[in-house]
């Protein structure tokens, strides 16, 4: 019978991704009301000391998969070997990051194990011995429960939603064989994000901008308050569509969806499309000269007036309380 919880870890370039421990520390919530067994799958080249710091965070056992062939990642290759470690190792209940690489990966091993699976999940819980999966719906407006009738039950789990706690457990090591057969893609090319800011889908504190930054230029002031708060400057899609901010940037519906515990909204009006990728951020800030704009039915403190008069007082403010 399917038994315990197991995660997919996520890890670039030798260190494991915060979601990592986010999906290792609510594995372990939900195994202990079973008093169930949570294992995680990691894959990668000379990863294997990695599975110390899981085991930190409540992972009894590791599968560990290092071969050469996993990395860079590639959706094909990982996906043929979670879904063998799966099938091997028959868990009741299977989450991943809903990450990039996990959204990209969940679908295909959901697939491969003809399972269900309920993304971009911002709660979980057992009721009464079955797994839900809570996840928001139609842009944020409503959220869903999801059972999935199909063992196990999958789930990708929101980035920054979820907290990680340590909660120390073997970590132990059981080394799986990652050789897989050739493959009909490889990776040309990985073009690494250089600017050395923490990722938006990563980052504590996101300082966005709009269409009423006025141009590229505007964003100078936001990047100095992102700085003060060692934040990550974002942008709506009306900013990234004139050329003012690279795609990867873009928040929202067509972007990406972040749970930063801050979240400034400057000069944006607060589309539906913008909301569905911040509304479960912690606290949201907005900042608009229109007393009516939507992004203030959503926002926890607002203020009306030019975001070039605020932001640089806000910011000097900020200095003062960081020095
Ligand atoms: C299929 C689809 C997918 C989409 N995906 C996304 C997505 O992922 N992300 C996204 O953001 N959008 C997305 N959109 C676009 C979305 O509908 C909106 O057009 C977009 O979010 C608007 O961006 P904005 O708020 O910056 O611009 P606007 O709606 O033009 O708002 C600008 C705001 O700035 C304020 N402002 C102007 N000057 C100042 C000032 N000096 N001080 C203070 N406030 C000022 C104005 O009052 C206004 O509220 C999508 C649309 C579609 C159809």
Redesign the pocket.
């Known amino acids: 019978m399917a038994k315990g919880v197991m995660i997919v870890a996520e890890q670039r370039d030798g260190a494991l991704r915060k979601i990592s421990l986010e999906l290792a520390s609510t594995a372990r919530k939900l195994a202990d009301q079973t008093g169930d067994e949570v294992s995680a799958i990691l894959l990668g080249s000379g990863i294997e000391g990695l599975a110390a710091e899981l085991g930190k965070y409540g992972v009894d056992k590791v599968f560990v998969g290092d071969n050469a062939a996993m990395e860079p990642y590639i959706t094909e290759a990982h996906a043929a070997v979670v879904a063998k470690v799966v099938k091997e190792n028959d868990p009741a209940i299977l989450l991943l990051g809903a990450s990039v690489q996990g959204k990209d990966l969940s679908s295909r091993v959901a697939a491969k194990l003809a399972t269900g699976l309920a993304t971009d999940c911002t709660d979980v819980k057992l009721d009464g011995g079955q797994f839900v999966a809570i996840r928001p719906m139609y842009a944020g407006k409503c959220f869903g429960e999801i059972v999935t009738g199909s063992t196990p039950a999958m789930a990708s789990l929101r980035p920054n939603v979820f907290p990680a706690a340590e909660n120390a457990k073997a970590g132990a090591v059981v080394k799986v064989d990652a050789a897989v057969d050739a493959q009909k893609s490889k990776v040309l090319e990985v073009q690494k994000d250089t600017s050395g800011k923490v990722d938006l889908t990563e980052a504590n504190v996101i300082v966005s901008g709009?269409?009423?930054m006025k141009g590229p230029e505007g964003y100078a002031i936001l990047e100095e308050l992102a700085d003060v708060l060692k934040g990550t400057v974002g942008a709506?899609?009306?900013?990234v569509d004139a050329g003012w901010r690279p795609q990867k940037d873009?928040?929202?519906?067509?972007?990406k969806v972040v749970s930063p515990n801050l979240y400034i909204a400057c000069?944006?009006?607060?589309?539906i499309?913008?909301l569905a990728?911040m509304s479960s951020s912690k606290c949201i800030v907005a900042?608009?000269?229109?007393a009516e704009?939507p992004i203030f039915t959503k926002a926890d403190y607002g203020v009306v007036d030019?975001?070039?008069k605020v932001v640089p007082e806000l910011t000097a403010v900020c200095k003062k309380l960081v020095a």
Not at 250 to 255: K, L
Not at 267 to 271: E, L, V
Not at 287 to 290: E, G, S
């Open positions: 709009g269409r009423g709506s899609r009306a900013a873009q928040v929202g519906q067509t972007g000069g944006i009006s607060g589309a499309q913008h990728g900042i608009n000269k229109d704009a030019d975001l070039f």
